[in-house]
């Protein structure tokens, strides 16, 4: 009886820590300039699956206390659609020529003097014929004064990143 009065007490407690998470609209619309052209990549560009690898219980958690709307991992494949779409790419959604995919590996927060400092880190590939021909890690830091307007800054910040790496961009031409 008295472990499952136990049991019952952590149960509520797991369970009020869970729900004490505030729920962010980060609602991500690309708003950058970058100047990268995909219009003329030489094969079909497919953005493939993107996972989180942070192994958080929930995927939608931004950081503890914050839940995205949506998985992390949706929102950043979301977001680099509409940065590829941004430098006129078309993607396909069945089997491109090249696949972009990759992980989230961490998410984190630290207080900065105009706000919230959050820095996403993304594991990112480029696969064509089914094997690796651009590897890279890729760090997107946003400060702001709440966790959603960070989170917006540092996928913008992600994709120009990405948009700026010379070595990815040789690989599809």
């Not at 004490?20 to 052209?37: F, K, M």
């Not at 219980?57 to 931004?62: F, G, H, N, Q, R």
């Not at 950043?76 to 990759?102: K, M, P, W, Y």
């Not at 961490?106 to 706000?115: W, Y």
């Amino acid at each position: 009886m008295k472990l499952r009065s136990l049991l019952f007490v952590l149960a509520t407690l797991f369970g009020a820590a869970a729900m004490a998470a505030e729920q962010v609209n980060v609602n991500y619309q690309y708003d950058g300039n970058h100047r990268a052209d995909f219009s003329r990549v030489r094969g079909s560009l497919q953005l493939g699956e993107f996972s989180d690898e942070r192994g958080l219980a929930d995927e939608s958690t931004i950081v503890e206390g914050y839940q995205a709307e949506t998985g992390m991992s949706d929102l950043l494949r979301n977001a680099l659609i509409q940065g590829f779409e941004h430098g006129d790419a078309t993607l396909v959604e069945g089997e491109g020529d090249f696949v972009v995919s990759g992980s989230l590996t961490s998410i984190e927060t630290a207080e900065a003097d105009d706000g919230i400092q959050l820095t996403m880190r993304v594991n990112l590939q480029l696969n064509r014929g089914g094997r690796t021909i651009w590897q890279t890690n890729l760090f997107g830091r946003g400060t702001a004064e709440d966790i959603a307007t960070a989170t917006h800054a540092a996928l913008t910040r992600l994709i120009r990143e990405l948009m700026n790496d010379d070595y990815f961009l040789i690989e599809l031409q």
